[in-house]
């Protein structure tokens, strides 16, 4: 897999409602948690451990979450 990079730093705003739907909203928790990873510096094969989710999706997370917040 091809590493993807967080190209800015997450606010605590971001953060905080980050974990909230990574605790509340199952659908949406894999990816706030995909991001939330690689904030702290995860690469994605750790990520792809974590989440069990395949590297095409988890670089599209990343990469939307940077596009559109």
Request: glycine share 8%; charged share 35%.
């Amino acid at each position: 897999m091809r590493d993807t990079f967080l190209i800015r730093m997450l606010t605590d705003k971001e953060k905080d409602i980050l974990y909230q739907l990574m605790l509340y909203d199952k659908e949406d928790g894999y990816r706030a948690k995909t991001i939330l990873l690689k904030a702290d510096g995860y690469t994605g094969p750790e990520i792809r451990r974590a989440n069990n989710h395949h590297d095409v999706n988890i670089r599209k997370g990343i990469h939307r979450f940077m596009r559109k917040g």
